[in-house]
């Protein structure tokens, strides 16, 4: 199941957007407008603008793109390259909105706007999460990027979004070992399982997945033949989630066979 961006998200990054347009004419695009002639930068730009208004964002992107390709000594190619992320992004073409924005950090390393830049690519990268029965690269894309916008831009209010959604993107890397580690158990490959489970816990303990992980390592270590090993991860569990049904499950399991 895909992560979506939330409202007060969208509203941000819509806010960042404006300050990119603004001042900027209020010309309608003309059905012509997408052609590859020469233009004025004015001109030009007020067609993408118009045609991004219209939630035309494809249309809107090669504009902007335009806009850089025609007129690239222009500030408005620098205005158009992030107006040309931010509408891939919006016609959910994240891969050319990724580019987009790299493209304008490689330009524009020290400009005001990277934070923004580097915000819309983790964002990218965060809506193209996946269900955890598949393949997590993505999600450690998602992980890297976000950590990077908190790592160099920790005051601002990107940051403070990227740490909300470090959280949810950890539990989602949890939820794939937790997944893996069900597949090996059903087929009892106890080793293998475990291995996963001690993932869990040693590198995703604050998740919701770190007590069922526990009480999972216990049933595991117990069909290893280790009852020592599963002591410890019910008592580990009892004393930080001594009220959850997997606590009762592996109490119970620790009193019927490792006693």
């Known amino acids: 199941m895909r992560i979506k961006v939330s409202t007060p998200v969208a509203i941000m990054m819509a806010a960042t957007v404006c300050s990119l347009v603004a001042g900027c004419a209020g010309r309608t695009g003309k059905k012509g407008d997408t052609s590859y002639v020469a233009r004025d930068v004015n001109t030009l730009y007020s067609a993408a603008k118009a045609r991004l208004d219209r939630k035309q964002y494809k249309l ?33 073409d994240y891969p050319e909105s990724i580019s987009s924005a790299q493209r304008f950090l490689a330009i524009h390393p020290g400009n005001k706007d990277a934070a923004y830049a580097n915000y819309l690519i983790a964002i990218d990268y965060y809506e193209q999460i996946t269900d955890v029965t598949r393949d997590q690269k993505i999600t450690q894309q998602a992980l890297d990027s976000l ?9 601002t209010r990107y940051a403070a979004d990227a740490r909300l959604k470090v959280d949810l993107v950890l539990d989602h ?15 009892a490959q106890w080793l293998a ?53 997997w606590y009762q499950r592996a109490y119970s399991l620790v009193q019927k066979h490792a006693s």
């Open 147 to 155: 950590s990077e916008v908190i790592r160099r831009y920790p005051d």
């Open 173 to 187: 890397l949890a939820g794939k070992e937790m997944e893996i580690g069900r597949f090996y158990q059903r087929r």
């Open 60 to 92: 809107a992107a090669a504009l902007f793109d335009e806009v850089e390709r025609q007129h690239p000594y222009s500030i408005w190619a620098r205005r158009a390259q992030l107006m040309s992320a931010f509408s891939y992004y919006l016609a959910r």
């Open 193 to 245: 399982a475990t291995i996963r489970f001690r993932k869990v816990v040693d590198e995703y303990d604050t998740t919701s997945h770190a007590p069922e992980a526990l009480m999972r390592l216990t049933e595991s270590y117990l069909a290893l033949g280790i009852p020592d090993e599963a002591r410890k991860s019910a008592a580990v569990l009892g004393a930080n989630y001594p009220g959850t049904e």
